[in-house]
């Protein structure tokens, strides 16, 4: 069921199962999953993640390569919805453990917003991460051109950048290595550093070497049309044409909800085991927000684990189902609950 603020209180005393937050790709094949173990969750989409902006999806198996990010989410969650998933559009702002229970605080709704608690035995961290991208006075311009032919991620869209002018847009030193993996797909590299850091001696040795341009000014603009970036303008009026670019200024993790519990981190990055399970034993972490590669086929795969390993756990503890007209008389009788022997 979607939910919104018109009918939060009919779930608000409801304990579900997990609640997972995030309806990216990895929530979502939670989702699915744990509905079809017959489990109930609950998805909080904060909406417009990293794989909303994917324009193609082109290196996922069985969709065609120009399908859209936003397509495979919305055929997830109707997906999702379908089997009794509960759907909420929101922004969890803290995840409390109460011991076997954790309370969820969400807000609901930009303006005059709702604050419901909500209640699971597990949570899916599924939040993910969006990317940094050059800030321009005119952001719009920027927009225009990101994820189609102006990349954030090189696994991705490495094939998509071969052997053609490319523009490396870096907001640190430490990210102009980048240009040195970046070059197993094309050795045609301008690093533009937008004038946000002072490059030092070695690096500067390294590009040379290379035969990588640097360009230090900052940038006043993208040039191109209908979504194909082809070069850039600098604030001096001077143009760079290019053919491709790739961003790599780093991402925020939206994780913030997380910070009150005892969990291990690797940077940014929560640990997890092979089932996806963090330090907390009842607590698991999907896709971007966990320790490990970026992409939307492992992502959908965590959510599969995840869900795998909480329904594992619930099953364990449940009484067996019986079919008790098969049981033999006295088992069946032994099968119900007696009442309880008065006592004077």
Not at 221 to 234: A, C
Not at 293 to 303: E, F, L, M, S
């Amino acid at each position: 069921m979607k939910l919104s603020k018109k009918n939060l209180g009919d779930r608000l005393n409801h304990v579900y199962d997990v609640i997972i937050v995030g309806g990216g790709a990895g929530g979502l094949s939670a989702a699915i999953y744990l509905q079809r173990y017959r489990l109930s969750c609950l998805v909080v989409e904060k909406g417009k993640g990293r794989s909303f902006w994917m324009q193609d999806l082109r290196n996922y198996l069985g969709l065609p390569p120009t399908t859209p990010g936003r397509d495979l989410l919305n055929q997830g969650q109707e997906h999702a919805l379908s089997l009794g998933a509960d759907h909420l559009r929101g922004y969890v702002e803290s995840v409390e453990d109460e011991g076997d229970t954790f309370a969820v605080k969400v807000k609901v709704g930009k303006t005059d917003s709702a604050y419901p608690v909500f209640r699971s035995r597990y949570v899916i961290a599924a939040s993910g991460i969006i990317d940094h991208l050059p800030h321009l006075e005119n952001m719009q311009n920027v927009y225009d051109y990101a994820g189609y032919n102006l990349h954030v991620c090189m696994i991705c869209d490495g094939y998509e950048m071969a052997d053609k002018r490319c523009g490396l847009f870096v907001n640190s030193e430490g990210n102009i290595n980048t240009a040195f993996v970046l070059n197993w797909f094309t050795p045609y590299i301008t690093v533009f550093t937008q004038g946000l850091f002072e490059v030092s001696l070695e690096m500067r040795k390294k590009l040379r070497d290379h035969g990588y341009p640097l360009v230090e000014l900052p940038i006043k603009r993208f040039l191109g049309q209908d979504n194909e970036m082809t070069g850039v303008e600098l604030i001096d009026g001077s143009v760079v044409p290019l053919e491709t670019g790739l961003v790599a200024m780093g991402s925020h993790y939206f994780n913030e909800y997380l910070q009150g519990l005892p969990l291990e981190w690797k940077g940014n990055n929560l640990v997890t085991d092979s089932m996806c399970r963090t330090s907390h034993p009842r607590l698991f972490a999907l896709g971007d927000l966990k320790d490990g590669i970026n992409q939307v086929a492992i992502a959908v795969a965590d959510g599969a684990l995840a869900a795998t390993a909480i329904w594992r756990e619930t099953r364990r503890a449940a009484p067996p189902r019986l079919w008790e007209e098969h049981l033999e008389p006295h088992l069946a009788e032994s099968s119900v609950p007696q009442p309880a022997e008065a006592t004077s």
